[in-house]
């Protein structure tokens, strides 16, 4: 890339201080995203991607705090140098975000057409007229049939699938450099997910936004991302090109996520689980944060907070097996020697007889 | 497959299907239907009803999993409750091991229920947070008069330690509990009174793909011990497809396919279901991505179209004006392989019939690629 990247993010850490102890839901994440691009952000509740995402936008508030050292540089501006007016002319227009909920993203009280316009209102001189227009506009790009009297209806007259429509319709009103995506399809059912990743993926195309996709959804990883951050406890642990991520995982979550999921046309005999849940971001375990959930932790696991080590070209992993590779054998352990894969050719012929 | 439904498999006289069919079925459904009723103004006037589940049949195998899938609003969480009257059905039949579940007075249905169970989706509002979760799990005990005292005491640390968790956990609060541990919760509470049947209402939906599956496996393993069977309600079809034996594919209120998870997932016959699985995000990125996307939203089942109620958003290139005129029934499209098209052949509903209500297109067999690249990718 010679361009520099749109957006990087270095050293984030935002810390929670709460009765129960310091949550450090976000420690120390680095990454950054080029124009056009699709960067996704995978992992499971508590891992830290949503915090990641409000704190870009500096939307953290009390008792959470973004730590000194992070740095957030967006179209060569340090966003955490700015004042709150500069960091607001940012928001909805450069760097825009589609929540998860759209039920409680959208203000039930007011009409969706007024709720898109005040976006322009609010980033541009437009006049009441020319925002209205402008709304209506994009509902028709973001194709909600009859634009004009939807903009008219409330939230709550609005399917799911319209409503995350509208939530579309909003953030690229001002058409900005970097949208940040978070779970933007979980709410919703397959078939207007399938539609809604597809008009994004349109969109993206057409006005060349880069996209921070975050989900828990491997699945819609693999469809729309060309980069992806595993995230795990706060760190990010494994980041590598979509296509090796899934051919060529490394880290041992990586790899405990993809074979924990079941795949349709695929069915296994078991599903392999990662044993365990995910610690409190209140007490992370020392060393290696997996290590407690790991098939092959050892001692050094426990002993050494691993870096991110170099795997390939743009493939890096927080893991010592990139030092010492000889240890990917699987410990014995009662659940994990259950969670033997059957082929898919044997359970299929199974299914058949 | 469980181990038991692999020997009937293989027993010989044919398929799963065919010797579940011979056997009388643990559950039967039959033309249940459930509407709501839609009150409007001061008065209530009558505006109608929804029609949450609009004439459904099945029948579910001792020690089979069925699995219902189908988007929200398409009935099944309803169909789920009105098994066990947890939802009054407003007309149709329920038997459980022949027995006429809606014939039943309350002291009787209360006997039932300690033979079918429930577990539900939400394991954060399903348990009570002023309970133990000894409590919880004794409850049910108690309530049937299982077991007393210390006797219970030693049930409940038994059951605990059935499905993962530590015994000395008896003592704590729901709260103190991920959502994975609460669902285990749930599930030895539905255990603590042996039943025979568990109704699974999206049971891993609202957990982490690590954390649901050892909850699936759990399900399974608790399967092949204690000869369970399980209707299993998901919106997730690579769940359902791992668990089920065989799987129903609902739609605004009606069964509109059913058949074994191998067959369905193979060759999808309705064009709704075939749509349902093209639209689910493959997890491998060099996949061919093709998808039939399908316009527009589920119409509302307080009005649901004329006809075959998928018409309106229907891709099969042979739909016609027929098909907003003629209610396709559930038909055996090959052998144990049920769907509802009067445009996939073959169908019950003749040529001539079709072209009295102004059909223009012969029944013609449609099966996009997009449908099944799933299973090619395999």
């Not at chain 1, 070209?313 to 352990?333: K, M, Y």
């Not at chain 2, 006289?13 to 009723?37: E, I, M, R, W």
């Not at chain 2, 299982?146 to 008896?170: F, I, M, N, S």
């Not at chain 2, 997730?236 to 058949?259: C, P, Q």
């Amino acid at each position: 890339m010679t361009q520099p990247p749109l957006l990087t993010v270095s050293d984030l850490r935002t810390y929670f201080y709460t009765g129960a102890g310091t949550a450090r839901a976000v420690d120390g994440v680095s990454f950054s995203i080029g124009a056009g691009e699709t960067l996704g952000i995978v992992g499971e509740s508590g891992c830290g991607k949503s915090v990641t995402a409000l704190s870009i936008l500096r939307l953290i508030q009390q008792p959470g705090r973004l730590e000194s050292g992070s740095k957030i540089v967006f179209e060569g501006k340090d966003l955490l140098q700015l004042d709150d007016a500069g960091i607001r002319q940012i928001r909805g227009n450069r760097i825009a975000m589609i929540f998860q909920e759209p039920m409680t993203a959208l203000n039930p009280v007011f009409t969706v057409g007024d709720q898109i316009a005040e976006v322009v209102r609010v980033h541009s001189k437009a006049s009441r007229r020319a925002a209205w227009d402008r709304a209506v506009e994009m509902l028709t790009i973001v194709g909600i049939p009859a634009p004009a009297e939807r903009a008219r209806q409330y939230p709550h007259q609005l399917s799911g699938g319209m409503r995350q429509r509208v939530l579309i319709a909003m953030a690229l009103v001002m058409s900005p450099a970097l949208v940040i995506a978070d779970e933007p399809t979980t709410a919703l059912d397959v078939t207007i997910q399938a539609q809604i990743l597809e008009l994004l993926a349109e969109l993206q195309q057409r006005l060349g936004t880069s996209i921070v996709m975050i989900t828990h959804d491997l699945g819609v990883i693999a469809e729309v991302a060309s980069r992806v951050l595993v995230m795990y406890g706060g760190e990010v642990v494994e980041e590598a090109r979509v296509e090796t991520l899934f051919a060529e995982p490394h880290h041992p979550y990586t790899e405990g996520l993809l074979h924990a999921m079941p795949r349709v046309g695929r069915r296994q005999e078991r599903l392999a689980v990662i044993p365990g849940n995910v610690p409190p971001p209140t007490a992370w375990p020392s060393g290696c944060r997996f290590r407690d959930r790991c098939p092959y932790a050892w001692d050094r696991c426990e002993r050494e907070h691993p870096p991110l080590y170099q795997i390939g070209a743009g493939h890096t992993s927080r893991c010592h097996l990139a030092d010492e590779p000889e240890r990917r054998v699987r410990r014995p352990r009662a659940e994990a020697t259950a969670a033997t894969l059957v082929s898919p050719a044997t359970s299929r012929a199974g299914d058949a007889a | 497959m469980t181990d038991a439904a692999q020997r009937r498999a293989a027993a010989p006289g044919g398929s799963t299907l065919g010797s579940a069919a011979a056997a009388t079925p643990l559950l039967s459904v039959s033309q249940l239907t459930k509407h709501f009723p839609i009150r409007r103004g001061l008065f209530g006037r009558d505006g109608g009803a929804v029609r949450a589940v609009d004439g459904v049949s099945l029948d579910v195998a001792r020690g089979e999993t069925l699995g219902i899938v189908g988007e929200s609003g398409c009935g099944k969480t309803t169909l789920g409750r009105c098994i066990l009257r947890l939802i009054e059905p407003t007309s149709g039949q329920i038997h459980f091991d022949g027995i006429d579940v809606r014939a039943l007075d309350a002291g009787s249905l209360r006997r039932l229920r300690r033979r079918i169970q429930i577990i539900f989706q939400d394991p954060f509002s399903s348990l009570n947070p002023r309970m133990t979760v000894g409590a919880i799990v004794r409850e049910g005990l108690t309530i049937h008069r299982l077991a007393t005292g210390a006797e219970a005491d030693k049930r409940v640390r038994q059951l605990l330690d059935e499905v993962g968790l530590r015994p000395e956990y008896a003592s704590r609060y729901p709260h103190e509990f991920s959502g994975g541990q609460r669902q285990r919760i749930g599930i030895a509470r539905a255990l603590a009174v042996e039943p025979e049947l568990i109704v699974c209402d999206e049971p891993v939906s609202a957990l982490d793909v690590s954390v649901q599956a050892q909850v699936i496996n759990l399900l399974q393993d608790l399967q092949r011990d204690r000869g369970l069977t399980y209707l299993f309600i998901a919106h997730d079809l690579s769940v359902v497809e791992h668990i089920a034996t065989r799987v129903a594919v609902m739609y605004l209120g009606k069964i509109v396919e059913l058949a074994t998870g191998a067959d369905l997932y193979r060759e999808p016959i309705m064009p709704y279901t075939q749509a349902l699985l093209s639209a689910v995000p493959v997890p491998d990125p060099t996949a061919s991505r093709e998808r039939i996307v399908l316009t527009g939203d589920v119409p509302s089942p307080a009005n649901p179209p004329s006809g075959c109620v998928f018409h309106p958003r229907c891709p099969h290139p042979g739909k016609d004006v027929a098909c907003s005129a003629i209610v396709p029934p559930l038909e055996e499209k090959a052998p144990g392989h049920w769907a509802a098209c009067i445009k996939q052949p073959p169908t019950t509903v003749p040529w001539h019939a079709q072209q009295q209500a102004g059909a223009t297109h012969p029944p013609e067999r449609h099966l996009p690629l997009a449908a099944i690249t799933h299973g090619l990718s395999s």
